[in-house]
Structure formats: C-alpha cells, structure tokens
C-alpha cells in the first residue's frame, strides 16, 4: 500500500521538477520585492543580492512583475519537489518491498503455515475477505429470478449491471450483507465493498424508485440512521439512483466506481 502510495507520489513530484525545469528556461534577471505602501502594494527588482530595496517597476510593467514571481515560484517548487523526490528514491531502493508483508515471505514455505502474519499482501488480504462466511438478506424462491454473470442471484436488473461491473473492475463485494446499526437495528446494504488499497469497507445502496415520494421517505430515513453510525454518503457510502423516466448509466456507475476505488 505505502510502496503504492509512494510510487504515485513519485510520478507527481517528477511532473513537479520537470514543469519547474520548463518555466525556468529563460528567466528573467533578479528577484522580486514586494512592499505595503499603505494601502497599495509596490514591487522593486533586486539584480544584485546587496541592494536591499531594488528599483521600482511601475504597474505599466505588470508582466515583468509576475514573470518574477513565476521565476521564485518555480525556483522554490523545483527545489521543494527535488528534495522529497531524492527522498523517496532511497526509499524505494531500500524497501522495494512491503517489508512487513516480506517478512512471512521470507520465512519460506515449510514456516509460512505455522505462524498468522501481522499483514498479507492486498490479493491475500482480498482473497480472505471474500472467503468468510456473511449472514445475508436471502431471496424468496417465490421472487422474480436475477442472477449476475457469477451466477449470484440479485432482486433486480439494476443489481445485475452492478454486480457485474463491481466484478469486471475487480472490486470484492458481499450481496446484502447483515449490518447491525446502534440499537440492534438491523439493515442488508445492498452491496458491502472492500477497498483492497485502503483495507477498509464501502458500503453501496442502489435506490431505484426515486420518483416515489414514499420510497424517497425511506431513502431519506435510511440515509440519516447511517449517518447516527459514522457511515456517510460520500465517504464510506455510496449510492446509485433511477427513476422510471432514468435507467441506471452503466457509464455514470463506472465512473463513481473509478473514482472512489482510485481505478
């Protein structure tokens, strides 16, 4: 995760150097200084570093007062960027492992199975998630018969589609796991998610009759028990939404998918 982290980081700061690097071709000579002349500001051109107050631009040469700005701006974030990316770089040389994860690795196959390691890596970790056992909802045998492209059978053609995309990205989901809210009050979220990269849990409620005031009732009632117990729209909840006049956007879905999952 933190190898991942670091390797994004890395891309960012790279990005940072080279456009610092760009800016920085032809810059302008000296340095800007700015001054309060009561309520005004006034800039003056420093071209030798002993010359503490410079000489006065007048506001007719507003773009050689931002060039100089530019020109410290870019000085400041090409040497800001340079310093953390050395940084990282021995880091990741040094670590170009999760070494927390390595140390069950290393131990080799015959130890492996005699002790539970602290942390395993994110397929592992998935993997397990996906494994254990869950309480859910059940489906009458009397309902109206779904079943995704696993073969799991949902309670709608909405619920298909989603579970189809939360396979083909790769997202591990329960269908209407149990959830126990404060109280005892128990609810099934129609899909319980694992953010493998972030080792946490989204839930996804798919809320298909919005044009039934009735029904936006009890979206309204069910978003604010969830929020009485830390799960917020937003963060680690999110919602898909039709009408009778709106069909779910396989494209729209993929999309908050993406964003959330960091895909």
């Known amino acids: 995760m933190l190898y991942e982290e670091l390797r994004a980081r890395e891309v960012i700061l790279e990005e940072a150097v080279s456009l610092s690097e760009k800016k920085l071709k032809n810059p302008p ?10 309520n ?15 000489t006065y631009i007048p506001k007719s040469e507003e773009k050689k007062i931002v060039k100089l700005a530019e020109k410290e701006y ?23 492992k999760d070494m927390l994860i390595y ?3 290393k131990l080799g196959k015959g130890k492996q199975g005699l002790v539970t390691p602290f942390c395993v890596d994110d397929e592992t970790y998935a993997k397990e998630w996906e494994q254990r056992d869950y309480i859910s909802k059940g489906i009458e045998e009397c309902d109206q018969e779904f079943y ?18 939360l396979a083909a990205l790769g997202i591990p989901y329960r269908y209407e796991e149990l959830l ?29 009759m919005m044009d039934n005031p009735e029904y936006v009732d009890g979206f309204m009632w069910k978003i604010s028990h969830y929020a009485q117990n830390g799960i917020f729209l937003g963060q680690n909840l999110i919602a898909t939404f039709e009408q009778s006049s709106k069909a779910l956007s396989t494209r729209e879905l993929d999309g908050l998918l993406k964003a959330v999952f960091e895909l």
Do not use: W
């Open 103 to 105: 140390a069950h690795e």
């Open 148 to 165: 995704t492209g696993k073969g799991e059978r949902v309670r709608s053609k909405s619920e298909i589609i989603i579970a189809d995309r």
């Open 74 to 96: 870019y000085e400041r974030l090409g040497t800001h960027a340079k310093a953390e990316l050395k940084l990282i770089r021995m880091y990741l040389r040094r670590f170009s």
């Open 180 to 208: 126990v809210l404060d109280g005892g009050y128990e609810v099934y979220p129609d899909f319980t998610l694992l953010d493998v990269k972030k080792r946490r849990v989204i839930y996804l409620e798919h809320f298909g």
């Open 29 to 38: 000579e000296g340095k800007l200084r700015a001054a309060m002349r009561g």
């Open 40 to 54: 005004q500001i006034q800039y003056y051109l420093r071209k030798n570093p002993s010359d503490i107050n410079g």
